[in-house]
């Protein structure tokens, strides 16, 4: 979704695309109208305020400008992938098969125009399309970018046909080839810190926040579209804000800090209207701080079972961050120190912090939906029980499982790969493992 149908320079296009990778469409958005108003046939402001409305949660007028880039001006591949791209992203599988195919006849040996057409309309182990994955790799000038794509898509063919082991070799080929990095000593100093911190006095005032946390592919994108079917909830997404307001507002005052989360959401001023949903996973770390200048906010946390995480983790081609899941025993110790963290702020939070199991949420699925509502202060809707159907665009790595209604598939996924996730069972520890199927057991009821 990063990829420009062309190279702006210095102008206010360039500025734009500036604004959107510090988190401000809205500004961005803003200083590109005039430009459309004076300009209608600039693809590349097109495509820049495309991405503005996807980035706002508006995946229609997104998806419509688009249409305009690639009606105007149809030999820009790139164009026909973001389009793609945006149609998977609010649930158009077809739109979006149509379009890569498109993209693939103008570029015929793109890598990342093949791994996503695989993810809309899957390969077959010997097909056509596989054998030019395949080929791709072969190639010494293929960059890494390219290389982690094929890897980590010939091993979701393996994956669908069966072959768990030759899967595995795939997928760990691909983080091999990668470029991660995990500070396991800063994690745990970080925790440590946190551990240290008093509890911070529960108050009143600004808006009610639901931060839905946990490790990355533990489940907090479904609780997310569950909320955002809620006709007085907004999400913002994955958002950086509430990183970016700490240290904005390093020793300030709450009323600093908020203003800081809600500037950099591009909500300033905003009240009680509405309930605002953030779903950044690792916001776990910083929820005393949320809770200082958010004293109103209320906490998930989603837990997993983390051998089903770990594995996730493992063989997901995440496009930015998420350096720990390059390795299984980085996976390990970060799972290990976001419990750690979850026990401290469960602690001290109160009955503002939820445990949500995620084994629990797809085996009764009301009966926990109407729990997370009621933990939220939000009355029970009945449309939030069919998450699949929310309007608004997908943007995470849960890109297709969000567009499925709930369902079991994601649960005891890691018993086919036992053998090959021995790194993480050791990281982890057995008797620790054991211990968090008891309690989540208990959620279970």
């Avoid at 791209?85 to 379009?99: P, Q, S, T, V």
């Avoid at 195919?101 to 057409?117: C, G, K, M, N």
């Avoid at 970080?190 to 639901?210: D, E």
């Avoid at 837990?303 to 390990?332: A, K, M, Y």
């Amino acid at each position: 979704m990063d990829q420009s149908v062309a190279k702006t320079g210095d102008g206010p296009v360039h500025r734009a695309r500036a604004l959107l990778q510090g988190g401000r469409a809205d500004l961005a958005l803003a200083g590109l109208l005039p430009v459309l108003q004076q300009n209608a046939d600039d693809p590349a402001a097109l495509d820049c305020a495309a991405m503005c409305y996807w980035r706002l949660g508006d995946g229609t007028t997104a998806l419509a400008l688009m249409r305009v880039v690639t009606d105007g001006w149809p030999t820009l591949a790139a164009a026909w992938s973001k389009r793609a791209a945006m149609a998977a992203g609010i649930g158009d599988g077809a739109l979006a098969e149509r379009c890569l195919l498109q993209a693939l006849r103008l570029t015929p040996q793109s890598v990342a125009v093949l791994a996503a057409l695989n993810r809309v309309a899957p390969f077959s182990l010997n097909g056509a399309l596989t054998r030019r994955l395949k080929s791709q790799l072969k190639d010494r000038s293929l960059s890494r970018a390219d290389r982690v794509m094929a890897l980590n898509a010939l091993g979701r063919i393996e994956e669908r046909a069966g072959r768990h082991a030759q899967a595995f070799r795939r997928f760990a080929a691909a983080k091999a080839a990668g470029d991660g990095q995990y500070d396991a000593d800063a994690t745990d100093r970080r925790v440590s810190a946190q551990c240290a911190r008093p509890a911070v006095a529960a108050g009143q005032g600004g808006p009610k926040v639901i931060f839905v946390t946990g490790m990355p592919r533990s489940g907090t994108t479904l609780v997310e579209s569950v909320f955002d079917r809620h006709p007085q909830v907004t999400s913002v997404g994955e958002s950086h804000a509430l990183t970016r307001a700490r240290q904005q507002a390093a020793g300030g005052s709450p009323q600093q800090g908020r203003d800081a989360y809600l500037g950099t959401l591009g909500l300033p001023g905003h009240g009680a209207e509405r309930v605002l949903v953030d779903k950044m996973p690792l916001n776990l770390l910083d929820l005393d701080f949320a809770r200082r200048i958010l004293p109103e906010a209320r906490f998930l946390f989603l837990q997993r079972h983390p051998l089903d995480v770990g594995l996730s983790c493992f063989c997901t081609n995440f496009h930015e961050g998420n350096g720990f899941s390059h390795r299984l025993e980085w996976i390990g110790h970060l799972t290990r120190a976001v419990y750690r963290s979850a026990e401290d702020h469960e602690a001290k939070l109160g009955a503002a912090f939820r445990r949500q199991s995620y084994r629990a949420l797809v085996n009764r699925p009301e009966r926990e939906i109407r729990a997370m509502l009621d933990h939220a202060g939000l009355d029970f809707h009945a449309d939030c029980l069919s998450p699949e159907a929310a309007q608004g665009p997908a943007r995470t790595a849960s890109l297709y499982q969000v567009r499925e209604a709930i369902n079991r598939r994601g649960l005891d996924k890691w018993r086919a790969y036992k053998a090959q996730l021995t790194p993480l069972v050791e990281t982890l520890g057995a008797g620790w493992i054991a211990d968090w199927e008891a309690a989540d057991a208990a959620l279970t009821g």
